[in-house]
């Protein structure tokens, strides 16, 4: 039976008993200004250090070495990796399939978090999505990290629906995620960016 919830999306239907998520998701104050960085649209074998040192840090089950390397061998699988003053700051590996994208991982150094690295990578994501080919971007985000749900909201992202006990290791579910190119939401969000830099 599936059941209505409100969400900060506007309603989505999943099967009763699961649970949604939070509705009351007051956005973290910005405590630092935005990094300057290089993003480089490939990640080669020299960053794969700095990354899983990285990776490390900010998951509970970090991906292996060899799961970057399965993602590099294949030729749509893309990544993009952040520099600031010659050190890895964030990364980002994606998907290209028929007409969307799959963002597979993000992550951002834990002392650069805040200022604005993840947003600029999404962004430069958001900007190979036309109305012709790739016209959504798609993640899948654990139930209990919140802060990548607020930050993917933040980024006009909507959760579409939920895997139920959708990872091996833990009972979890995964929110899927969805931001969809249209040029309402490019404008949207162009003017949402406006506000807060003149708030
Ligand atoms: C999620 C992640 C990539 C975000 O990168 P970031 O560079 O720290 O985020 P940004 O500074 O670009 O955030 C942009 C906006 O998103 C929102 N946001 C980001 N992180 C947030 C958090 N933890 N809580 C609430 N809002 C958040 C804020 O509104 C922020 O803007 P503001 O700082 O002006 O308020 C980073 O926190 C990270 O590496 N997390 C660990 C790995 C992870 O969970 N990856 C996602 C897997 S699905």
Same mark, same amino acid.
């Given at each position: 039976?599936?059941?209505?919830?409100? =969400? /900060?999306?506007? @309603?989505?239907?999943?099967?009763?008993?699961? =649970?949604? /998520? @939070?509705?009351? /998701?007051?956005?973290?104050?910005?405590?630092?200004?935005?990094?300057?960085?290089?993003?480089?649209?490939?990640?080669?074998?020299?960053?794969?250090?700095?990354?899983?040192?990285?990776?490390?840090?900010?998951?509970?089950? @970090?991906?292996?070495?060899?799961?970057?390397?399965?993602?590099?061998?294949?030729?749509?699988?893309? !990544?993009?990796? !952040?520099?600031?003053?010659?050190?890895i700051v964030g990364y980002m590996v994606?998907?290209?399939?028929?007409?969307?994208?799959?963002?597979?991982?993000?992550?951002?150094?834990?002392?650069?978090?805040?200022?604005?690295?993840?947003?600029?990578?999404?962004?430069?994501?958001?900007?190979?999505? !036309?109305?012709?080919?790739?016209?959504?971007?798609?993640?899948?985000?654990?139930? =209990?990290?919140?802060?990548?749900?607020?930050?993917?909201?933040?980024?006009?992202?909507?959760?579409? +629906?939920?895997?139920?006990?959708?990872?091996?290791? =833990?009972?979890?579910?995964?929110?899927?995620?969805?931001?969809?190119? !249209?040029?309402? +939401?490019?404008?949207?969000?162009?003017?949402?960016?406006? /506000?807060?830099?003149?708030?």
């Open positions: 039976m599936l059941i209505e919830y409100k =969400t /900060m999306d506007g @309603p989505v239907s999943f099967p009763k008993g699961l =649970t949604v /998520m @939070p509705v009351n /998701m007051n956005a973290k104050q910005s405590a630092h200004e935005k990094a300057r960085v290089d993003i480089h649209p490939w990640m080669i074998r020299r960053d794969m250090a700095q990354i899983l040192a990285i990776e490390e840090q900010s998951f509970e089950f @970090p991906w292996p070495e060899e799961e970057f390397d399965r993602c590099r061998n294949k030729l749509n699988c893309l !990544s993009m990796v !952040s520099e600031c003053r010659e050190k994606y998907k290209c399939h028929n007409n969307y994208i799959a963002l597979l991982n993000v992550a951002v150094h834990p002392e650069m978090k805040g200022r604005r690295i993840g947003e600029q990578m999404v962004e430069k994501l958001k900007s190979k999505l !036309s109305s012709e080919r790739h016209r959504k971007i798609i993640i899948k985000v654990r139930e =209990t990290n919140l802060g990548a749900q607020l930050f993917f909201r933040e980024m006009g992202f909507k959760a579409i +629906s939920l895997l139920r006990d959708y990872y091996d290791v =833990t009972e979890e579910d995964a929110y899927v995620m969805q931001y969809h190119y !249209s040029q309402k +939401s490019v404008i949207e969000n162009r003017k949402m960016k406006k /506000m807060r830099r003149t708030a």
